[in-house]
């Protein structure tokens, strides 16, 4: 397998340590050492041998029980009181999609197993396999995909892969002259009864039956919820690999991480498998390949794109025809506005969209005229106003409303029941553009609107950001600026969420913001003002979640101007977290050992106390104060 190389350190004080994923990485010791040593300088390497004795001195395992109910899922922090969805999901998913996804997720760990397993013998695993793991697992990311229709052909399309994968497993093993080993997971046999494979009804029982819950006896509730994590932390991986790949970037030794991770879950050494510190490390590994995951990502986008650019992003509409492209997909708003190009009809950005307004390649289309809307979970009452068609390129999609269904449609992942699901690429847009035609769009009057706020400054990627290293690290030693605050992450319905509305607002003038993901919407639109005299705006917004590969670029940057590491920066973060790409970013900074995150608006509710207070201990994790930001604020100036 690849080496999967992160950044190179020669001690404490660099943010980064030689790190290389091999083949024999989590075989037959999965006791993996973390890239990054912890907070004092004479701090030992943080390992999962560490996390076992925080293990052994933690309070009492909680009752493993099997909760009752028409589902069972705690993805992510919408969970139900906290706890776990089980008559219906808070995003909209239903029992019968979350059946589905279960089965799927199954199936999928069959295909890791022999996958691995045959690659370990020198049989070439096509990038296409690694292409449908990443897809599939992508398609289970919270509010994504609730098409049952979509699942059965990823039920059916995995199956067959594995089919295939299990005769080369066995034809390598008789060229080596070796007995196939008779794996005894379900997941490597399991088919459907006769004919049954498309009867969405007969699926969803079979799908009942492999139950994330399942495993709770067998592991415990803490390994049990520490290996969920490992998972939902993979769909998060597994959804920014599939970005890079589509944009050019793809690493096989990633994809083999991703089955050999999984292929551990379910064949794994039988102790190591429940023993709680080795999934701790493990957990800790997905983080480390995340942040090569992102690197690639990264580098798809400004290779194609070109590095982002401060720019500022229009508000107002402009008068004309209108199309409206929302969630995170670059590559689908290079193919759009092609084919929108000599049209007559704007395009428009929305949520996670509004980097693309900074990527010089993509700005250069003038039909590219502005933003609309704020972050995902206002999206009923953004898309009913907007007079034209929505392309939905990702997460995030809730339960559209009868005002706009007539035009929206659903591409990749993305998937709602009897919403059309179209290819850009090989399809084209002109269903997209005849709905447009069919549609009022903005007039003049709508032009004129009083608008609260009538642009936003985004574009301080990595290079932007390095470029004006000097005017900080400067502000720094004058005492013209006191603390750094990342605030970034995925934005919510809840309430609680106004914490980092109010936080922010809190903050002084000497300090300044570096956000990123959709939390930015909760106060990107106060005005901050310039720190001091340096030019510099005080909120520097790095854009989408995954450029959390430009805040380590930025606070390394930062620790070796002042011979220091990131844990010693007047430097502090609070992350909002809704699904599994924040829990990916979240691993991934744990395992560069950062400490004295906050973390909000709740912790994730598949992680039982004793595993809680193991990451407190080890990371200094806390939970944001939703009721005193004030509280939270004087601590972290005092860090």
């Given at each position: ?355 693309a307004h900074s990527y010089p390649e993509l700005k250069k289309y003038k039909h590219l005229v502005g933003h609309w809307g704020g972050a995902w979970q206002l999206q009923k009452f953004e898309w009913a106003d907007f007079p034209g068609p929505i392309l939905v390129t990702t997460n995030c999609i809730i339960e559209p409303m009868k005002s706009y269904r007539d035009r929206l449609f659903t591409l990749n992942e993305v998937g709602w029941p009897d919403i059309p699901h179209i290819d850009v690429h090989k399809d084209g847009m002109a ?209």
């Open positions: 397998m690849a080496a999967l190389r992160l950044r190179a350190a020669s001690r404490l004080g660099r943010l980064f340590t030689e790190l290389r994923v091999s083949q024999t990485s989590l075989r037959p010791n999965l006791r993996l050492k973390s890239s990054l040593t912890g907070g004092e300088a004479t701090r030992a390497p943080i390992t999962a041998a560490a996390f076992q004795n925080a293990f052994r001195a933690a309070s009492t395992q909680p009752e493993e029980q099997i909760v009752e109910g028409d589902m069972f899922c705690y993805q992510c922090e919408q969970s139900k009181l906290n706890k776990h969805c089980t008559e219906i999901g808070v995003c909209g998913k239903t029992p019968q999609v979350a059946a589905l996804q279960d089965l799927m997720v199954h199936v999928i760990k069959g295909v890791c197993l022999y996958s691995h397993r045959a690659h370990e013998l020198g049989v070439s695993i096509p990038q296409e396999t690694y292409s449908f793991t990443f897809s599939t697992l992508f398609s289970t990311l919270t509010n994504v995909n609730f098409d049952p229709d979509r699942f059965l052909e990823y039920i059916a399309e995995g199956v067959s892969i594995r089919e295939q994968l299990r005769e080369q497993y066995e034809e390598a093993c008789k060229n080596k002259g070796v007995t196939p080993k008779q794996f005894e997971h379900s997941s490597t046999t399991w088919l459907p009864p006769s004919g049954m494979m498309g009867d969405v009804e007969v699926m969803e029982a079979e799908g009942h039956k492999v139950s994330v819950q399942n495993d709770v006896k067998e592991y415990g509730a803490d390994v049990h919820g520490v290996r969920q994590m490992v998972i939902y932390g993979l769909k998060g991986l597994a959804s920014y690999a599939r970005h890079a790949e589509l944009l050019g970037q793809f690493d096989p030794a990633v994809g083999e991480f991703v089955h050999e991770t999984l292929a551990f879950l379910i064949d794994g050494d039988e102790t190591e498998r429940h023993d709680l510190g080795a999934n701790l490390g493990l957990a800790l590994k997905v983080g480390e390949v995340n942040i090569r995951v992102m690197e690639l990502l990264d580098k798809g986008h400004c290779t194609r794109f070109g590095s982002p650019e401060p720019t500022s992003v229009n508000l107002i509409p402009k008068e004309g025809k209108a199309i409206l492209v929302s969630g995170h997909d670059m590559n689908d708003m290079e193919a759009i506005l092609k084919a929108t190009e000599n049209t007559g009809i704007n395009v428009y950005t929305h949520g996670e969209m509004l980097p269903v997209v553009i005849d709905n447009a035609n069919k549609q009022p769009g903005f007039t003049a009057a709508d032009t004129q609107k009083d608008m609260r706020i009538k642009t936003l400054t985004i574009g301080f990627g990595h290079d932007a950001i390095i470029a004006n290293a000097g005017k900080v690290i400067d502000a720094i030693k004058t005492g013209k600026l006191k603390r750094i605050f990342v605030v970034g992450g995925c934005d919510g319905r809840e309430n609680k969420r106004k914490y980092f509305t109010q936080f922010t607002q809190a903050l002084s003038d000497d300090t300044m913001i570096l956000t990123l993901g959709c939390a930015k919407y909760r106060f990107n639109h106060l005005d901050f003002g310039n720190l001091s005299d340096t030019g510099l705006p005080r909120l520097l917004d790095l854009g989408q979640c995954n450029d959390t590969y430009t805040a380590i670029l930025a606070a390394q940057a930062l620790a070796d101007a002042f011979g220091t590491d990131v844990n010693h920066l007047p430097l502090s973060i609070s992350l909002a977290w809704m699904e599994q790409k924040a829990i990916a970013v979240l691993l991934s900074l744990l395992s560069l050992g950062i400490q004295n995150i906050r973390l909000g608006p709740v912790l994730p509710a598949f992680l039982t106390p004793k595993v809680t207070g193991i990451l407190v201990d080890k990371f200094k994790i806390s939970l944001v104060d939703n009721k005193n930001p004030q509280a939270d604020l004087d601590k972290m100036m005092q860090e």
